[in-house]
């Protein structure tokens, strides 16, 4: 019986092969390319438990088993960055959310299809612009002495703000520069989203005496639920990673602002230099395990909530 099923399994791989052979030698060059640069320096993991030095190598380095870890959550530096690592990016999780889909909305309702297409165009053009452009940006409105921000304060007769010398504000303005950068571009995988909905729900809707704001909230909003679901797990998997392109755009390299805005990534940029490569790589794959086990879960709950609106 199980020989006869083996054969089977067999032949039908042999069935398979035979009518799509194209497609899997097709599949052969990206194949390779992720097992050479996505699984083979998995085999660097193994210097996050070593103290590595160059002459001993990755597995010649004493072992020091999870030293490095400890150090950085007993160290009084990981909990700080941890938490202005998470802060930033739940902040932006929510308000990347809500923008949007607000956007996505009010776009959908603009029946001008010139100035719908000229506001799309113009909201998405953030997304094209380097952290480097934005930090310069930023820097014209809250420069001390030419930024466009003090000389508003100065005209009501409040005094002028040392923003670069105040770290209270500066989580604030990375969030709303991360919010102002990517809402135009996830506007617009709701826009096409709502384009596939069913133009007859609304026509019904509308015969019922539903006004526009009660189709949004009855209509619109229930089904862009699903993709705002996939959209809001594949970020929470990536909550433990700050955006070190835009921190060191906006910020760069302030020491008074460092403390209040330094993310692990920035951290572990840093502490290659000064606290080696072993220490810098057990940072990083906490990073990895915190995320997947962050998804996960998301993903586990989403799906207890609501069966078939999970990621996977």
Sequence with gaps: MKRKAKEERRNDFMREWQE??????????????????????????????TDFNVVDGIFGSPFVALKNFEYFFTGGVGPKIIYNTLYINIFGLILGLIFPVSLAICLNEIKGKAF?????????????????????????FFSTDIGVVNHVLKSLGIDA????????????????ANVWKWSGYNSIIYLAAMSNFDASLYEAAEVDGANRFQQITRITLPLLKPTAIVLTLMSIGRIFYGDFGMVY??????????????????????????????????????????????????NKFAKKINEGEGLF
């Design 20 to 49: 799509h052979k194209i497609l899997y030698l097709m599949c052969v060059p990206g194949l390779i390319l992720l097992l050479m640069f996505c699984y083979v320096p998995f085999t660097g993991i193994w210097m996050a438990f």
């Design 116 to 140: 719908k297409k000229f506001t799309q165009s113009m909201m998405f053009f953030p997304y094209f612009l380097s952290w480097v452009v934005i930090g310069a940006i930023i820097y014209g």
């Design 161 to 176: 703000v040392q923003w670069y010398s105040e770290p209270k504000y500066w989580k604030a303005i990375l969030i709303f």
């Design 249 to 298: 755009g906006i910020v760069g390299n302030n020491p008074v602002l460092s403390d209040a805005v330094s993310v692990i990534d920035t951290y572990v940029y840093s502490a290659m230099r000064t606290l080696g490569f072993s220490y810098s790589t057990a940072v990083g794959l906490m990073q990895s395990i915190m995320g997947l086990i962050l998804v996960t879960l998301s």
